[in-house]
Structure formats: C-alpha cells, structure tokens
C-alpha cells in the first residue's frame, strides 16, 4: 500500500516535473528576494532614523537647557534681589526692642519677599528665607511645612553655610508625608565686608516643575532625566528612577560631554540605551537623554507591518505565479502526453491546439507535419496498392498454359472415350472458369459466384485426376451474397489438389465459409501430407491456374482490408493443413 | 482577460494591506485625547488637604451608598481657584469637576460672579439643620448653593499652668473681653515671661475673629461696598490690636510652623483661633492636661458675643453634566448622614456645622487632653451663637489693603486717618 502511494507520488512528481522545477525555483528567488530586502529596508530605516533621531534629540536637549537656564536665571536674579536688599539684611541681623518693631521689620521684610518671589512664582518655585535669630519666612507653606528648627539641622543648610559664595541645587527626596521629591537651591546671605552669614536663602523647586520642562519631548523609551555631580537622579520622565543611584549614567554622561560626541551606545540601568547629554554649569548637574532603541524603533517603524507586508506580497506573487506556471507547463505537458501517445492512433490523430502561445505553435507545426505524413504514407500506399494490381493483372493473364493444355488433353480423351456428355461438361465448367478468371482483378464476387468457380475448378481437375480426392463444401446458407475478392480461395484449393496429396493418394478437401461475429471467414482444410511449418511459411509458389500465389493473396487482403484480416496457414506433418481466411463483411 | 483579473485583485490585495496598518496608527492617536474627567457614571470631586478635607471626602465616598463612582482630585488651593475663575469665565465647562470645595471667604466672589455656574441645592439639603452663619455665607439671592462642611468656629485655647502661676483661673478667661484678655496677658508674662499669643503681621485673621464676634465684615450686608472707615468694629479691633503689641504680649511670628511651634513649645499662654488648630495642639503630647478651651473673647461693644469663627469651607456642585448624582452624593453624606459626621469627628478632627449630628457619641467624648472637657460639644453649641456676615467678594482684596494700614496705625498714624486712607483705597481698587 505504502509503496503504491510512494509510486504514485513518484508518478505525480514525474509528470509534473517541469511545473515543479520551475515553481520551486521562482518561489525561492521570491521569497529570498523578499527577505532580503525586508531586513535590508528595516535596517537601513532604522540606521536613517537613528541618525535623525539623535540629531532632533540634540536640538531638543538644546531647549530644555534654555528652560532650565531661564529658570536658573531667574532664580539667580531672585537671590541677588535678596542678597542687595537693606530691608531684609536689616531684619534679619537686627532684633527689634518691641513688638511693634518686630512686627514692622516682619512686614516689611514679607512685603520685599513678595514682591522678588513673583520673579520665580511662573516656576512655581518658592523661597524660604532663613534668619540666625529664629526669623523663617516661607512663602508657600504646601511645598514645605518647615520648622526653624528643623531647618537649623537641615544637612543643605549646613552645606550652605560652608560654601557661602555659590548657589548649590541639592536634591531632596520627600520632604513630608505624601510630597513630591524637590531640588532645593541654596545661598547663604553673607555679609561683603566681614563674611558674615547672616541668615539663608533657600528655593525649593518641584520635581514635577522641571519634569513639566522636558516632558513634552519624551516619549516611552525616550526618556529624559537630571543627573547631579554625586550620580542621583534628581528628576526623570521615569518616576520610579527619582532618587537613585545612577554613577554609571553619570560616568557615561561626562565622557559624552567630554568627547563632545553627538551620543553613545551605553549599557547602564540594567538596559541598552543611547544616550546623549547636556551639561548645565549653573546647577552642576548633567541633563540626560537616555533612548531606548529598541522600544523607540518598535512604536515607529513596526517591523511586524513590514513583514506582514512582504509576507503578503510574497504569498500573491506565489500564486501568481503558481497560476501562469501551471498553465504554460500544463499545455506543454499535454502537448508531450499527446505527441507520445500519437503512434497508438496510426500518426492520423492530429493533437489539439490549445494553451499559450508557444504551446500553440509547436502543436500547429506537429499538427502540419503530421498532415504532410500522412500525405506521404498515402502516396506510398496507392503507389503500392498500383502496384500490385499491375502485377496481379500480368498474373491473371498468363494462365498457366500447362493447365490449359492438361484441361484440354483430358477433354479430346474423353471426346475419344465417347464421353460424350462429361466433355461438355467440362468445356462448359473450363469456359465459365476462365470467364470469371479474366474479368477486371479488382472487382469483387459473391460467395455464391466463387463456390460456383471452385465447383467449376474441381470438376475439370477431377475429370483430369478422377476423384481419389473428394471435395466437400460446407457454406453458411447466410454468407452467400457477402462478397470477396477474386481469386482468393482459388489458389488454395490448387494448392490443396497438387501438393497435399503426393505421398497420401486420396483424401478430401474441405471448404467452409462462415460468419463469425464482424468477420467472413473462410477455411480450407485438407487431411493431406501436411509440411513442417519451420521454412514452409507460404512460400511465393507459383500456381497452376493463374500464378497467383499464397502470399500474394495475404497481401493482397491486408493492403485491402488493413492488418486485422489476412491468411493463416497451420500444418502439421502427416496431419494435413489447415488454411484459415479472415475477411470483412462486406455487402453491395 | 484573465490578467486584468489578477492586476485587479492584486491592488485590491494591497489596498486591505495599506488600510491595516494606516488603521492602527489613527487608533493609537485618539486615545491620547480623553482625559480622566469624562467617564460616564462617575462624579469628579477637588479639595486641597490630603489630611483635612480630602480624607473628609473619602470617608463621605465609603459611606455613599449610590451607583456613582467618585473621583477625589487633590489640588492645591490656589490652583482650585486658578482653575475655577478661568474655567468659569471663558464658560466652558470641560475638565471641571462636579464637586468643589470653596474657603467660605471667597464663596460669595465665585457666586456672585458667575451666577449660573453653580448648581442650587435649596432642594437638596435642610438649611434649618445647619448653622446660621454659615447658611449666610454658602447662599445667594435666597438660594442654597454650598453644602457646608467644616465649622471655623473659635475658640480660646489657653494654659492653664501659665494662668495659675499669675493667678488666674480657667473660669477668669472665660466670656471676658478682648481689654480683659490684655490684662491678663500682661500679668501672665510678668508671671512666667511668657507671650501671651502670636501675631502675625502679614495676617489679620484676628481682626477678622473680632469684627465678626459683632457682626460686622469689611463689606457692607450687599457684600461689595467696603466697610471700613465707618465700622466701629473694625475700629476696635485695631485699637485691640495696637493695644496687645503696646503691651508687649505678643510674640510676632512670619509663618505657620512659628505660629504651631510657639504654642507646642510652651512660648505662648493662649492661642485665640479656630477649633482646626486642635490636632496641632495636641501634637505636643506632653502638654496633656495642661490645656482648656474657653469662648473666644469678645470686643467691648454693644451686641459683641463671645463667638466668632475663622476660615472653614464649603461644599459646592457645578452646574455641568452629573450634577444631579453630585447633588445626590453630597445630600447623602454631609447634607444628612449623622454617623458619617461622627466619623468625621474622630477619624478626621473635623467638626461640622449640622445640628443633628451634635446629639452623636463622638461629639460627647470627652478629651483628657484639655483636662477631660466635651470640646467638641462645646465648638458646637458656640456654633450656634456666631453672627452670620455676609463675606462678600472682596475678603482678601481689602484685607491686603487693611495689612498696610495696621502697619501704619502702629507706626503712630492717626486710626481715623488710617482707616480713611483705607477705605478712599478699597473704594477705587474695588471699584
């Protein structure tokens, strides 16, 4: 069973093998060709993209640094504000002798305070302003709710105390319960002449307000963060970063700034990034842009859309091309299943013209060869057929004059006996035969007419050779008006007469004719000498009567009636032969 | 013909194609329009304080019991009333909230402004059920529009330690006038050297605590003529006001954490204010027993109590779709639920003003810290007895302009003079 399947796959694969070569072929140049250029357009998009990508980035990074410049100067213009005004310097190193006192120099030093606090109010930036003598002014209370006390053994104050010439940004992770980390500046107020710090100014900055200055530009995996000198991330586009320890993103940050690179490709945070970085010389800190390629590349160039794509041009140029193979090769395999199948029709059966153009032209040229052909083999044929009319014609005429002489011998001796009436008979019977003998070769006669010529036959060799040798005729009643060829069975029956029975001196011949199925056949049997076949097969003798002879006979029938009819001999020695006819029906 | 066929098919093909993946992209790009506020059955509520009103507004939110989700918003005050004034003034109503919380002195100036904004709640709550004075400043034109939430009600936290080592007693301090509270601030710090308040110059809630004890505002009743050179009240406080500096029994501080850290640190022998100073007082845990409440002082006048309230807010439901479910969930939860107050008390320190809830468990306990006293009843039955003023628009417009006059006052300009000043200022700002 398996290997019936098998040998019917094979026989599949055999008869479609051109389509098969060719469709695996043009499928994989497809397909190669379609990954090809899918991975190379996705990768030359994403280089393209990344280039630009880093340039815009650039740029943005520009931006965000003048906001956040704008803001430092701002803030920078409100400490200068703070540091030069007598009024508050007054409050805060002078106490005064009343409550009335007091009271006035706090009035007076909140009203200043407000008035420079508007410089940084669009920020939403507040200060606090911090005095030696329990003096705290904090002009928003909901950024940080701060004691004096507390804010004395603040770390940022103490730091602003030792470095009182610079404005520090510290980063404060949460200043109360459910607060938002803050950047708070520092400076200490001091005295010009003596040094002398006088009091502390503080701003406290939002995270959120320095995410709201980058975080239009960001994106995910466009990430945007604020890294100070000690490697904290300050503030990012990423909150759960906020507060961590980031040396790696620092290091990475100051070689870009260092090398004045356009970015690079580091690993830190536990990922791939590109990053890109701005140095900002009045907070001390890095402003990095840390882009994550790969989430950054899927959300804009989604390779998954481009491979769907090629996937289904690939699958309609498959079938495509499925299709336009299968019709060219299916009329050409047709074309070759008909050419070798044409020698079981006899080269008569022209092959149809169907398929594509070269189809159609190769079967158009077999078609007219093949027409030519059969011309030719026409040609031939009549040439033959002519042929051997001709020669039957110069047979047919020569009879033999020893029959004629041996017939007429007979009929002066039996003249001379007084027989008078078997003479005539004779005559009679000679003259009839010769009649139907020399009449046109190529007519046909009825059963009727032959059995009469072969009665006629042998009652002159009979009356020649008395009758040792008994003819018997056994006629289907309802084959006597099919008709046959002149002298076809004539030359057996002589056979028969003269060379069966030259050792047996009597016997009989039995002729019989009958229809079997399509076909008038006719035998002839004798129980004579009979020959070994091996040699014997009817050989071109020349006959007595006419000269016509066994093979010519068989030719004859077969030039006639086609391959399917003709003469067969079967004999054995000492068992007689036995000759067997094959004809068409045929009827006038 | 057949390849006309395939052509067709094949842009047809690559038409699905192109429409796939342009359909993706224009979903991603309308979701980035919505905004959090525009979900259906769901009422949106903004309030400031995470410790104070916000946790208020969730306890309300466990206890409402209707199909609406509520979304409490925290923002800081001043952006609530950034928001509001621009959002109402250029009339649009999108990304405000349902429910609004609004500091009773600024109520008036967003009613009267924008008259149609808010939705009335006449219907929807019992006025009778709520103090006087707080009715007063949460309607307009005989409408209800707030649902009011905390009591400002003051009162005087004193120390009683500090009051005994000059001799006085808890019953001397109380329902004494504001002369009164001056003499014995005097005589406490030549007691113990201690202040016996603190002051703020930058803010006068005081002589807002003293105009109201009698009545009286900075506006006229209409709530926008400017009140202040013929309001005797206001007189008196400055003279109060002078007389407690001249006296040298005030602490002046510039800060909230100065104000908390003087009375937690024992620098101060009272503190005259409102009854949400309590969870700050008790801050110092140290201090258990050693501190009363008694009623505020009053101004020595005809008609002056010894009641008066600062700051408190109220509830209010803008006129924008949802209104009716946010009038629902505010008459279910502070316009009537009696326990939810109870809740509000103990969990929140927020005393409301509706009556009915006074009768509750929660406001009968009784505090060790101020010596075992029910306070909570007590800042309720004062309730009952604050004058109602009408606040008007103009609170802390005139309040900036009165902050220089005490300035000069105390300087030694002439009071007549300065409150003339005032009031010729007020009248051309306000104009």
Redesign the interface.
């Known amino acids: 069973m398996k290997m019936k399947r098998q040998q019917q796959l094979m026989q599949v694969i055999k008869n479609h093998n051109l389509f098969l070569k060719m469709f695996v072929v043009m499928v994989i140049s497809i397909v190669a060709v379609s990954l090809f250029i899918t991975f190379s357009s996705i990768r030359m998009s994403s280089h393209l993209f990344m280039d630009t990508f880093s340039i815009t980035n650039t740029k943005v990074l520009g931006q965000i640094e003048s906001r956040f410049e704008s803001l430092s100067y701002a803030i920078v213009n409100a400490k200068n504000d703070v540091q030069d005004n007598g009024t508050i310097k007054r409050g805060l190193t002078e106490q005064g002798e009343n409550a009335i006192a007091i009271a006035e120099s706090k009035y007076q030093i909140m009203k200043q305070l407000e008035r420079i606090d508007t410089n940084i109010e669009p920020y939403n930036a507040s200060m606090i302003v911090f005095g030696k003598q329990e003096q705290l002014y904090n002009m928003n209370y909901s950024n940080w709710s701060v004691s004096w006390e507390e804010l004395a053994e603040h770390p940022i104050t103490h730091s602003a105390v030792n470095h009182p010439d610079i404005l520090q940004y510290h980063y404060v992770p949460s200043l109360m319960a459910h607060s938002e980390p803050m950047i708070i500046g520092t400076k200490a107020l001091t005295e010009r002449s003596t040094d002398h710090v006088y009091g502390i100014l503080y701003f406290l900055i939002n995270e959120d307000q320095l995410k709201a200055f980058y975080e239009g530009y960001t994106s995910e995996g466009n990430n945007v963060l604020l890294i100070n000198e000690k490697g904290t991330i300050v503030s990012s586009s990423q909150g759960q970063w906020a507060g961590k320890d980031a040396r790696d993103v620092l290091q990475a940050s100051k070689e870009v700034d260092k090398e004045q690179l356009e970015y690079k490709d580091v690993h830190v945070l536990q990922d791939d990034y590109m990053l890109m970085s701005e140095y900002l010389p009045t907070y001390d800190m890095y402003l990095v842009n840390l882009v994550d390629q790969n989430a950054v590349l899927q959300r804009l160039i989604n390779p998954k859309e481009i491979i769907f794509i090629s996937m289904g041009i690939v699958i309609i140029a498959v079938i495509i091309v499925f299709v336009i193979s299968r019709r060219m090769t299916k009329s050409i395999s047709q074309l070759v299943h008909q050419i070798s199948d044409i020698a079981n029709h006899h080269f008569n059966k022209p092959i149809t013209e169907t398929g594509g153009y070269e189809a159609n032209q190769i079967a158009y040229a077999f078609n007219s060869m093949l027409h030519e052909l059969q011309e030719y083999v026409d040609v031939v044929v009549q040439t033959q057929q002519r042929q051997r009319d001709a020669e039957l014609r110069a047979l047919q005429h020569q009879i033999n004059p020893h029959f004629l002489y041996n017939t007429l011998t007979s009929v002066k001796l039996m003249v001379q006996q007084g027989k008078k009436e078997q003479a005539t008979d004779t005559i009679h019977a000679l003259s009839s035969l010769l009649q139907h003998a020399l009449g046109r070769i190529n007519q046909t006669i009825t059963v009727e007419e032959e059995i009469e010529n072969m009665k006629n036959y042998v009652l002159i060799n009979q009356a020649r050779y008395g009758d040792r040798i008994k003819v018997n005729y056994f006629i289907s009643p309802d084959c006597l008006h099919h008709r046959l060829p002149k002298l076809v069975l004539q030359p057996f029956i002589e056979n028969a007469f003269f060379h069966a029975f030259n050792e047996k001196k009597e016997g009989f011949i039995q002729l019989l004719i009958a229809q079997r199925e399509d076909r008038l056949v006719c035998e002839i049997v004798d129980n004579g000498d009979g020959i070994d076949m091996a040699g014997h097969n009817m050989k071109a003798k020349r006959q007595l009567f006419t000269g016509i002879g066994v093979r010519n006979v068989h030719e004859r029938i077969q030039l006639l009636y086609g391959h399917p009819y003709g003469v067969e001999m079967t004999s054995a020695k000492g068992e007689g032969t036995r000759v067997r006819i094959e004809l068409p029906l045929r009827e006038e | 013909m057949k390849k006309y066929v ?1 052509i067709v ?2 842009s047809i ?2 038409l699905v ?1 192109v429409a ?2 342009s359909g ?1 992209e224009t979903n991603n790009s309308s979701n980035e329009g919505t905004t959090e506020y525009e979900e259906t059955n769901a009422i949106t509520a903004w309030a400031w304080d ?1 410790a104070f009103n916000i946790a208020a507004l969730e306890h309300a939110k466990e206890a409402y019991s209707g199909d609406y989700d509520v979304v409490i918003v925290e923002n ?1 005050q001043d952006d609530i009333i950034q928001k509001l004034n621009t959002g109402l003034s250029s009339g649009t109503t999108k990304g405000m909230p349902n429910i609004v919380l609004i500091e009773d002195y600024r109520a008036q100036s967003f009613l009267q402004a924008y008259p149609d904004a808010f939705h009335p709640l006449t219907d929807v709550i019992n006025t009778d059920e709520f103090a006087d004075y707080k009715t007063a400043t949460t309607s307009l034109d005989g409408k209800q529009y707030g649902v009011p939430f905390d009591s400002g009600v003051a009162g005087l936290y004193v120390r009683t330690d500090f009051l005994e080592e000059a001799g006085y007693t808890v019953e001397d301090v109380s329902n004494i006038t504001w002369a009164e509270y001056i003499e014995i601030g005097k005589d406490v710090k030549e007691a113990t050297g201690k202040n016996m308040l603190t ?4 803010d006068l809630g005081q002589i807002r605590m003293m105009m109201q004890s009698n009545g009286s505002w900075y506006v006229k009743e209409d709530g926008s003529t400017p009140h202040i050179s013929e309001n005797e009240s206001l007189k008196k406080a400055f003279e109060v006001y002078k007389g ?3 006296a ?3 602490k ?7 104000f ?2 003087a009375f937690n640190s024992g620098d101060v022998a009272s503190v005259p204010t409102g009854n949400w100073i309590t969870p700050s007082v008790k801050q110092a845990a140290e201090q258990s027993g050693k501190w009363a409440v008694v009623p505020i002082p009053r101004l020595d006048m005809e008609g002056a109590v010894n009641a008066s309230n600062l700051g408190g807010s109220s509830w209010y439901v803008l006129n924008v779709e949802g209104k009716e479910q946010a009038a629902d969930f505010l008459a279910n939860t502070f316009g009537s639920n009696v326990e939810l107050y109870q809740t509000l008390v103990q969990e929140v320190g927020a005393v409301g003003t509706y009556s009915p809830a006074t009768e509750g468990d929660a406001y009968a306990v009784e505090d060790e810290f101020f010596g075992g006293e029910q306070i909570v009843s007590k800042f309720s039955e004062w309730t009952d007895d604050i004058p109602g003023v009408n606040y008007g628009q103009h609170t802390y417009a005139i309040e900036d302009i009165i ?1 220089t006059g005490m ?1 000069d006052y ?2 030694g300009t002439e009071l007549s003079q300065v409150l003339e000043n005032a009031q010729s200022q007020a009248e051309a700002q306000l104009k």
């Open positions: 395939w098919l094949m093909g690559w194609l796939c993946s993706e995470p800081a002051l703020d110059p930058n407690m500096m001249d040298d029994i005030a002046i501080v510039s800060d909230w954490s100065q908390v850290g902050v300035q105390l300087n």
